[in-house]
């Protein structure tokens, strides 16, 4: 049975920081590429950072670029989120999501506020 499992989210005050960890099983998670997505309330799905299989590639949305760190231990099958200098924009549910054979986890969320 597929599973990716968020957590890690919570409450925040603008300019601290958080990080967010996927717990996956069921398939082969050191084969793929792994996404972060969020949605903020109202609105639709926005990509936020991918992360190659072997974990040597990232890229990220120029949203969060300079300020949020995908990362992913191949030993523990887990991917990570380290997120820094949150802006209240950041508010969102946080996804991981393997797009190629499309599972997502339930997501956790992040509230950016004073």
């Known amino acids: 049975q597929v599973q990716l499992v968020e957590s890690g989210g919570g409450l925040v005050q603008p300019g601290g920081s958080l990080r967010l960890s996927c717990a996956a099983s069921?398939?082969?998670?050191?084969?793929?590429?792994m996404h972060w997505v969020r949605q903020a309330p109202g609105k639709g799905l926005e990509w936020v950072a991918i992360i190659s299989h072997e974990g040597d590639t990232t890229n990220y949305s120029d949203a969060v670029k300079g300020r949020f760190t995908v990362s992913r231990d191949k030993a523990k099958n887990t991917l990570a989120l380290q997120m820094n200098s949150l802006k209240p924009e950041d508010t969102a549910v946080y996804y991981c999501?393997?797009?190629?054979?499309?599972?997502w986890g339930q997501g956790t969320q992040v509230n950016v506020s004073s």
């Open positions: 069921g398939f082969a998670f050191n084969s793929y590429w």
């Open positions: 999501a393997n797009w190629e054979d499309d599972y």
